[in-house]
């Protein structure tokens, strides 16, 4: 059995670890015991009945279940999920928006003893380091085939400048960054591999862990049964609220659907998307149908289109890339609609 030991091995309150910025004991971790669902010594202030200026706060963070807030802005939401023990944060956003996410996870008295990265594509990956930074005893949850994704020569440069590109975006819309974008991309090779299946005990709480398909290597959706939540990351698409989607299937449209349906099949009330904010209640089954139904429909009309596909992809570039999909690359976008159409030939 391989201990991960994420800090120095003294606590004055439980003689293990060290303590928190609040206080509290920063807890050594057994990897067999975090999936098994094996409790540990997770310690942090109690959010319930804690006293907030909710006024002063705007949305962020917003209380959506017992346990459950939705962080981060409009553009980039971030879900903390806190038990009775230990509090994970499922996506970790980007450079620009760290310091706002610290800065409300401070307000809510909470040090996530989990950081879980949904996937390994900028807009989902380069808070990390910042979030690291601050929370230095949480240990770093991926997926199966992440770090291997990140290693990819290539994939560097393009993340430094999206996360560029994204800071500039967010900016432009009210929302300063607190901080550079990255110089160099984050890298997920220290991290605790999450498989299909996997659960970890928060406390009252438990993260189920699905490998998902079809948008990206190394992709987790988190299921919490008690509050009948998932965070799907990008399985959805790309949603322009009240406008529909984009189907974004980069790895495969088989792979996207199956995840769509699997996902429903869960019969969610709480739908935590990473951009755009969450969908509640009689909003989510919508979500999931429309979602579903322009997948396919857009699938069907590149497989009988006569046009070569370099016009075909020039045309779901000028149909998708505006409003809230700018904040990527016009490079991005286009080679995402490339992408889009290749899955769909196979």
């Known amino acids: 059995m391989r201990r991960i030991l994420t800090a120095p091995d003294f606590c004055p309150i439980t003689g293990e670890g060290e303590e928190d910025a609040y206080g509290h004991c920063r807890p050594f971790y057994d ?12 310690h942090h202030f109690p959010v319930e009945g ?8 705007g949305l962020f963070p917003g209380r959506l279940a017992k346990g459950l807030w939705v962080l981060g802005n409009y ?14 944060l499922i996506e970790v956003g980007v450079s620009g928006m760290a310091d706002e996410v610290i800065r409300q996870l401070e307000i809510l008295q ?15 990956l380069t808070g990390i380091d910042a979030l690291r930074e601050r929370y230095r005893q949480a240990l770093v949850i991926a997926g199966e085939g992440s770090a291997e994704f990140l290693a990819h020569p290539k994939i560097a440069a393009s993340i430094i400048e999206e996360d560029r590109h994204m800071s500039d975006f967010l900016l432009a819309r009210g ?7 990255v110089e160099e991309a984050p890298l997920l090779t220290n991290s605790m591999v999450a498989r299909d299946g996997d659960q970890m005990d928060l406390g009252g709480l438990t993260l189920r862990f699905l490998a998902v398909q079809g948008h990206s290597p190394g992709a987790l959706a988190v299921h919490i049964p008690e509050i009948d939540a998932v965070m799907p990351s990008d399985s959805l698409g790309f949603r322009y609220p009240g406008r529909g989607f984009f189907p ?23 739908l935590g998307s990473p951009h755009q904010g969450p969908l509640t209640g009689a ?8 979602s579903r139904r322009v997948a396919v429909s857009l699938r069907e ?9 370099e016009a075909i992809i020039e045309e779901i570039f000028g149909r998708y890339y505006r409003d809230e999909l700018t904040m990527y690359t016009r490079e991005n976008v286009m080679n995402c609609a490339r992408l889009v159409v290749r899955r769909a030939r196979e």
Do not use: C, W
Not at 77 to 87: D, R, S, T
Not at 248 to 270: E, H, M, S
Not at 301 to 309: A, G, M
């Open 50 to 57: 804690h006293a907030m200026d909710k006024s002063a706060l």
């Open 110 to 124: 909470v040090a996530p003893s989990f950081l879980v990265v949904s996937h390994p594509h900028a807009d989902h």
């Open 75 to 88: 553009h980039f939401n971030l879900y903390l999920a806190k038990g009775e023990q230990a509090a994970a």
């Open 175 to 181: 929302f300063p960054p607190g901080r550079d974008p």
């Open 301 to 309: 009309e590149i497989r009988n289109d006569p046009r070569d596909d």
């Open 31 to 42: 990897q067999e015991d975090i999936f098994s669902g094996k409790h540990y010594n997770g």
């Open 283 to 290: 909003d989510v089954e919508p979500a999931f149908e429309e």
């Open 248 to 270: 974004i299937f980069f790895t495969g449209y088989d792979g996207y659907v199956a995840t769509l349906d699997r996902l429903r099949d869960l019969k969610p009330t709480i």
